[in-house]
């Protein structure tokens, strides 16, 4: 975009990855809603597109901002006029430095988790949010054990109904063809070399797309294909390897039958997780998949940010953070205007790439002195992905966040075809939750953004004998 924009201005991209993520098979699904395939290409690619730029491959050692100056870790320096930060963000890792823990957020980390698998029986899942939901429904042949903090699967994407919807398809034994995917394998460019270095979690790779996992071969040793086990409400209270759990004396359990009282295990595992529910599991390995966290370190050292409370450098809706001259997007910052009523901030790919883009174009309105209005995409919230073979769209407030008791809630569900709950107020709705071929998003998306009082529909909103796309199109 500021290539565009600026085609005599020298444009420097700086990144300690040998590829960049490129947006391909860009799809305005509708007003807010876009899909679109992540791809990893040569950065040579980029630069001989737009003879302007110049991809510098290097981490930032330091920022200082009150002289300009970007040091990177190969000890050069380099002078801006304008920057923005889009550093991403980094695995949340429940116990920092413990080799049988691996995160996964990126390409190298995703590579790494194979290797592992291919050896492993049992596996310990922590986390339950997209990546975590994925990755239980696409191993096959190793017992999974997935903790989660909640009472129910996919807490950051929808609720405990729509969580019984999916769970039959975690225990179904055979699994329909995938639907074909049209987004691409991940793989970093020679990564064919053998024994290539596991990246280390503060080595940042960029952060998976969609579909990470396609293309990587998530199979365990064993000769069956799912078979998880859910242990809610309870976290990760401590990590025993195996010495320090033969000395504690303790017990540990065999992966859970459902007729059967659990029994102890008298297999001897490489490492042991210690659940806050009081229960053991023996494992192979444990897979930290419990969120992220703005990645902010290399920048903070002598500037003066304000930071948000998750640890994002703050924006305001020109993505200006507090220092002159330093704009930031996706991952690595805060929104902190006062946002749209039904949208909300969210680490995702879709979001990540609407704020590049817009702080691209208020970059530019900056440096020729014009206005410029918030982007439409700020409106609504909107996310379209795929869990469990089924298509998955977010709107709004879809799990009435921040709506206090004031909401209600209506549901629609066709076991093993649809799930459709919408989040109304006061008679309009102000979010929704899509599950399976719905065709409604289209619809629910104009009713959310216009605001139109519906309490005249009652039930009859979700109707299927009523053709509720005839009312409002």
Not at 20 to 25: E, H, L, R, S, T
Not at 126 to 135: D, M, R, S, T, Y
Not at 442 to 470: C, H, K, R, W
Request: with cysteine; charged share 25%.
């Amino acid at each position: 975009k500021l290539a565009m924009e600026f085609p005599s201005e020298d444009i420097f991209l700086m990144t300690a990855s040998p590829v960049i993520k490129a947006i391909m098979n860009f799809k305005q699904v509708s007003k807010t809603l876009e899909e679109f395939d992540v791809e990893e290409q040569p950065s040579s690619l980029l630069e001989k597109r737009y003879p302007n730029i110049k991809v510098i491959q290097s981490g930032v050692k330091q920022l200082k901002s009150d002289e300009h100056k970007i040091f990177t870790e190969d000890g050069k320096e380099y002078i801006y006029e304008k920057l923005c930060l889009c550093a991403g963000a980094k695995p949340k890792l429940i116990f920092e430095g413990n080799p049988y823990v691996l995160g996964i957020r990126d390409t190298d980390s995703a590579q790494a988790f194979q290797k592992n698998l291919a050896q492993a029986e049992r596996i310990v899942v922590v986390g339950n949010g997209g990546i975590a939901l994925e990755l239980v429904y696409e191993i096959q042949g190793c017992e999974v054990i997935w903790a989660i903090k909640d009472k129910a699967i996919g807490n950051t994407f929808f609720d405990a109904g729509a969580a019984e919807f999916l769970i039959p398809k975690l225990t179904a034994e055979k699994q329909e063809t995938p639907i074909e995917c049209k987004r691409t394998k991940y793989t970093t460019e020679g990564s064919e070399e053998k024994d290539r270095p596991i990246a280390a979690s503060d080595k940042l790779g960029s952060a998976l797309g969609p579909d990470w996992h396609e293309g990587l071969h998530l199979k365990g040793t064993k000769e069956f294909s799912h078979k998880v086990h859910i242990e809610i409400l309870c976290e990760v209270k401590k990590i025993h390897l195996q010495q320090e759990f033969i000395q504690l004396q303790r017990t540990s359990l065999t992966f859970p039958k459902e007729e059967k009282n659990v029994e102890p295990d008298e297999v001897l595992w490489p490492v042991y997780v210690e659940l806050t529910n009081g229960k053991i599991y023996g494992c192979d390995f444990i897979v930290s998949a419990t969120g992220v966290v703005p990645n902010v370190k290399p920048f903070l050292d002598g500037n003066h940010f304000a930071v948000g409370e998750d640890g994002g450098l703050k924006v305001d809706k020109h993505m200006h953070t507090s220092l002159p001259d330093i704009y930031a997007a996706g991952d690595i910052c805060t929104a902190s205007w006062e946002p749209s009523p039904v949208w909300h901030q969210m680490r995702l790919w879709t979001q990540a790439r609407q704020m590049g883009w817009y702080a691209a174009k208020c970059m530019a309105a900056d440096t020729l002195g014009e206005s410029i209005d918030l982007d439409f995409s700020f409106e609504l919230f909107a996310h379209v992905t795929k869990f469990f073979n089924y298509k998955v769209v977010v709107l709004g407030k879809y799990n009435a966040q921040g709506l206090g008791l004031d909401h209600e809630l209506m549901l629609r569900c066709t076991k093993g075809q649809e799930y459709v709950k919408v989040v109304m107020q006061n008679g309009r709705m102000m979010g929704a939750v899509l599950i399976g071929e719905t065709d409604l998003e289209e619809t629910f998306e104009n009713l959310i953004l216009n605001q139109m009082d519906l309490s005249a529909y009652g039930e009859d909103l979700l109707n299927p004998d009523v053709d509720i796309e005839d009312y409002f199109d």
